[in-house]
């Protein structure tokens, strides 16, 4: 279920996050106004929201779920640093401050494969992710989001839903995993790391419309994702990320030239493009050309096949 709502009361607000049972208290004078973008399945859920006034929050959710909080970056009224994802705190009713033009997304997950967070922490708590591993994070949950805050797109295909699905269980199993948070870089042999890139190219080819995420391909293959790295710019020179990354945009591609009428949002967001951009300036930089000059050029490949059939 993927929802986006504009909320002109704040009980409707509290009222629309599925598994809490919380207020709002409104602190300041003015009509209020917010935005909740929801997007529900059933061990993985992701939200967004935004409230223009000062409230005081008191929440209690789930105990069979933990939630991680990611501040949006710019938000300076925010009461946490926006440069963290933050576990928040379990145990009886939370008391929270909601400043006005407060904006955040929130990762909710099962506990069933998390039960190293299965504790009752009574404050919010910054998980030590380095730095790249938190912008990936941020990035890629903020772009979901933002894509899903237009009348639209809330909508999607089924093929928008699945890389949906795939993006969000592939951050919830990084933020998740100890190993990840606490890992060491790990060295393999030579004979070993090329082995291991050998696998990963027998498995995408299997798989060449639905490439992989780097957690799955690490749960298959029992490795870390930093031997996974290593392997890959050991064998090949470039980061697993940037492979597979080539790998979704030449399936964009694909879909591009066999069916030139699809929208190009569509047919990037069905790889798991979602920051439009990011996927426009990736296309270019990988093919030189623009993904609407692609388009054009399958047209015109394909009106051209159809004159010399009627001929």
């Not at 949950?141 to 993006?167: G, Q, W």
Request: net charge positive; charged share 25%; proline share 6%.
């Amino acid at each position: 279920m993927i929802l986006f709502k504009t909320l002109l009361n704040i009980d409707e607000h509290a009222e629309f996050l599925p598994g809490w049972e919380q207020t709002y208290a409104q602190l300041e004078p003015g009509k209020y106004s917010g935005t909740f973008v929801r997007i529900q399945g059933r061990n993985i859920a992701l939200y967004r929201e935004y409230a223009n006034l000062d409230a005081v929050h008191t929440f209690e959710y789930d105990n069979n779920r933990r939630y991680f909080l990611i501040p949006i970056k710019g938000n300076s009224s925010f009461p946490l640093s926006p440069d963290g994802v933050y576990l928040l705190p379990r145990g009886d009713k939370i008391h929270s401050p909601a400043p006005a033009h407060y904006e955040m997304i929130i990762l909710s997950v099962a506990l069933q494969d998390a039960e190293w967070l299965n504790k009752r922490d009574r404050a919010f708590k910054k998980l030590p992710l380095k730095l790249d591993d938190y912008n990936h994070v941020y990035q890629e949950l903020e772009s979901i989001t933002r894509y899903f805050m237009t009348d639209k797109n809330v909508h999607p295909t089924d093929s928008i839903k699945a890389a949906v699905k795939r993006k969000l269980q592939d951050i919830a199993m990084f933020l998740t995993s100890p190993v990840n948070l606490n890992s060491h870089r790990y060295q393999p042999f030579y004979s070993n790391s090329r082995f291991i890139v050998n696998a990963c190219h027998a498995y995408l080819e299997s798989h060449p419309s639905q490439p992989p995420t780097l957690i799955e391909l690490c749960r298959m293959l029992r490795l870390s994702r930093r031997t996974l790295q290593y392997s890959f710019e050991k064998e090949l020179g470039v980061t697993p990320s940037y492979y597979f990354r080539a790998l979704r945009l030449n399936a964009v591609r694909r879909t591009l030239i066999s069916d030139p009428d699809i929208s190009i949002g569509q047919a990037a967001a069905m790889q798991g493009f979602f920051n439009q951009p990011y996927f426009t300036r990736s296309y270019r930089q990988l093919f030189l050309e623009s993904a609407s000059e692609t388009v054009k050029h399958a047209r015109v490949k394909a009106s051209g096949k159809g004159s010399a059939k009627e001929a």
